[in-house]
């Protein structure tokens, strides 16, 4: 069969939690992709600039920072980490609904403050949960879970672009939009440029007002995304975790106890269960604090780094692209109409849930750090062609695809990776996705603080730059993981070493008692 019976097993025993923490990542994609078409139309209601604007990525990044990185404490019962689920996805379509009433640029700073916590909440508990269950059979299930965060996101731009107005609500391309400071590197000395220059700083054009219609879009989404907090709430109650409403069904085995039987028989003690758990997947905070640390060798920690370093690099290259590509596509030179341009992000997003649906058979047939060696390759090798053919829309269109096909796999790959280097006793799950969250707040406002003093051309500059830093990094993380390795092979052969002596001794003993018995026998 193309997969292995067992892992069918496994996903139709689990398959209600799994689907499940399949669909609030389905939120988390409906909110992430939004802003990138939606900018220049929200930029017109709050009547703000793109440097302003571009603050509103880094409130729903920092705060989904915050969310990934205590959204750990959830998971201690069940009931939390379901409740902390469903609350979150739910804010997610409140948040949808207000959004067409922030006329005010720090107004929707905090929506999408609020939004990018709840995101951070869900990214860390569903991918915790999953690895929890799953432990080493993750990966296939990791790469689902993460598909879906490509279909959300897929799905939100489509949702936008017959909504988005023609000429970003009255602003005029030819007048010199916040995304046309790179003439002031193309004619310095132009006072065609200078008077750009000089619009572009201007909070909204008063010029010809076309009606944005784009508050449809927020409220179609704020829809779709009703039936994920709904399924999380069944689940509750399937689970018998809704006091006021028990449920006559048999109670599902709590993921622990799924965990233990996912170990192909293998019997595990309380007291090595309980190890576990001190050891585990806790929020950062906890991981930091950790006793169990101690002791541990440089390459144990160096591992979490440069695994967190990289997923910083590539999370940041996938937040900067969705979120600048747009921008990038209507200015010049490539000048692309407005809702053409708005379908960048829709197929940078397509690519990237085409590559998580790919991936699904792959990490069952490859081992991740095959697949991640592969990915990270071919992702520079992709922006240096976007690079050299920058003034081809064409293949600006190809480029994006390939991109986000490449860069799909990376983060669910490099989080099974690491989780198994470090046999599932380290605090991986917690530093990937506080790491990835990081690397997009960064990156998106480096990004657009570059874009804006430099031109677009610098777009693409900046992605291969941080393409070739996550390489370089990933070659680091490969020399440490062979450290590690040598360094678990010395320490079973030392353990080895001690008790075979052990063994002599209490041997030994034995054949002296037996002759002090015959003796004494031939005595009597």
Request: aromatic share 12%; charged share 15%.
């Amino acid at each position: 069969m193309f997969v292995d019976e067992r892992i069918v097993t496994l996903f139709k025993r689990n398959a209600h939690h799994t689907l499940t923490y399949w669909s609030v990542f389905f939120s988390f994609g409906l909110c992430i992709a939004f802003l990138g078409p939606t900018i220049l139309d929200l930029q017109c209601q709050t009547k703000s600039t793109l440097s302003q604007i571009t603050w509103v990525f880094f409130a729903q990044q920092f705060c989904l920072l915050i969310g990934s990185s205590i959204g750990g404490i959830f998971k201690r019962t069940l009931f939390s980490a379901l409740a902390a689920l469903f609350v979150s996805a739910l804010t997610i379509s409140v948040i949808f609904a207000i959004i067409p009433l922030c006329n005010n640029v720090l107004v929707l700073a905090v929506a999408m403050a609020v939004s990018g916590f709840a995101m951070g909440i869900i990214d860390t508990i569903a991918n915790i949960q999953l690895v929890a269950i799953y432990q080493r059979d993750s990966a296939v299930f990791l790469q689902a879970l993460h598909f879906f965060i490509g279909f959300g996101a897929l799905v939100s731009p489509l949702i936008a672009d017959p909504f988005l107005s023609e000429m970003g609500c009255g602003n005029h391309t030819e007048n010199g939009t916040e995304i046309m400071h790179h003439f002031r590197n193309v004619l310095r000395n132009s006072p065609i440029a200078e008077h750009n220059i000089t619009q572009s700083n201007l909070p909204y054009q008063e010029g010809v007002k076309e009606e944005s219609n784009v508050h449809y879009a927020f409220w179609i989404m704020a829809l779709l995304n009703l039936p994920v907090p709904i399924a999380v709430l069944f689940l509750m109650y399937r689970e018998q975790l809704i006091p006021c409403c028990p449920s006559g069904t048999p109670r599902l085995l709590d993921k622990d106890e799924l965990a233990m039987e996912n170990q192909q028989g293998a019997e595990v003690s309380d007291v090595e269960q309980e190890e576990h758990e001190a050891g585990g997947h806790k929020n950062i905070f906890s991981c930091c604090q950790n006793d169990n640390l101690r002791g541990l060798p440089v390459s144990f920690f160096m591992i979490h780094i440069l695994g967190g370093m990289v997923l910083f690099m590539t999370d940041g290259i996938v937040g900067a692209y969705a979120g600048f590509v747009y921008t990038y596509g209507v200015s010049p030179p490539i000048l692309l109409p407005n809702k053409t341009a708005g379908y960048l992000a829709s197929i940078f997003w397509a690519a990237i849930t085409a590559g998580r649906l790919l991936s699904i058979p792959l990490s069952y047939r490859f081992q991740p750090v095959r697949l991640l060696m592969f990915n990270l390759a071919a992702a520079i090798v992709t922006v240096l062609m976007l690079l050299i053919f920058y003034t081809s829309s064409t293949f600006l269109f190809a480029g994006t695809f390939l991109c986000g096909l490449f860069l799909s796999s990376i983060f669910p790959c490099m989080l099974a990776y690491t989780e198994d280097i470090l046999d599932y006793q380290g605090c991986a799950t917690s530093v990937l996705v506080t790491s990835a969250g990081m690397g997009e707040m960064v990156m998106q406002v480096l990004v657009g603080s570059i874009i804006q003093a430099q031109g677009s051309y610098s777009f693409l500059l900046c992605g291969m730059i941080i393409g070739c830093l996550g390489f370089i990094l990933f070659i680091g993380l490969l020399l440490f993981h062979r450290m590690h390795r040598n360094y678990l092979t010395g320490t079973t052969k030392k353990s080895a070493m001690q008790e075979e002596p052990a063994k002599e001794e209490n041997g030994c003993g034995k054949t002296e008692q037996k002759e002090e018995t015959e003796s004494s026998r031939e005595g009597h």
